[in-house]
């Protein structure tokens, strides 16, 4: 028969949990650094998996988010590469900085879906905020070229 006891289980208290990182994390530089590493090599899927890694434990890095849209791009994966500079645009537009790469990427991903009317006004935009930047001008002359075929 069990007797009733008013002591505590015999258990030891448990220390408070911290965040989990995985064994090879080192932070954001090193990871940042290991995805490049990764795209001068042609390992582009690596290249994916490093930044997708890195942005589980640094999801508001704006230029992993950016780096990942490019590397989608690059390897066909559209969607994603639409929903990572879209992010990316998010971030930026709640942390303004004056380096828009992550529109011109997400407009070139529209243009690459043929979302051609999105992609220009997105580019216009862009052109508006950096009347001097002849790559934008240029992006624009090719596409109104591309456009009129």
């Not at 994966?77 to 900085?97: D, M, V, Y």
Request: net charge negative; glycine share 4%.
């Amino acid at each position: 028969m069990l007797a009733v006891s008013d002591s505590a289980p015999n258990t030891q208290p448990q220390p408070a949990m911290s965040t989990p990182l995985p064994g090879n994390w080192h932070g954001v530089s090193d990871g940042m650094t290991t995805a490049r590493k990764a795209i001068r090599e042609g390992n582009l899927e690596q290249a994916e998996f490093s930044l997708t890694e890195l942005l589980e434990f640094a999801p508001v890095e704006i230029k992993a988010w950016k780096l990942l849209a490019r590397i989608q791009r690059q390897l066909g994966h559209i969607e994603e590469g639409i929903a990572s500079a879209t992010r990316a645009l998010q971030l930026q537009n709640n942390a303004p900085t004056d380096e828009p790469l992550a529109s011109v990427t997400l407009a070139r991903l529209l243009w690459q879906q043929s979302e051609y009317h999105e992609a220009m006004r997105m580019l216009e935009l862009l052109i508006e905020k950096r009347p001097d930047d002849t790559e934008l001008s240029t992006l624009k002359l090719h596409w109104e070229m591309e456009e009129a075929v």
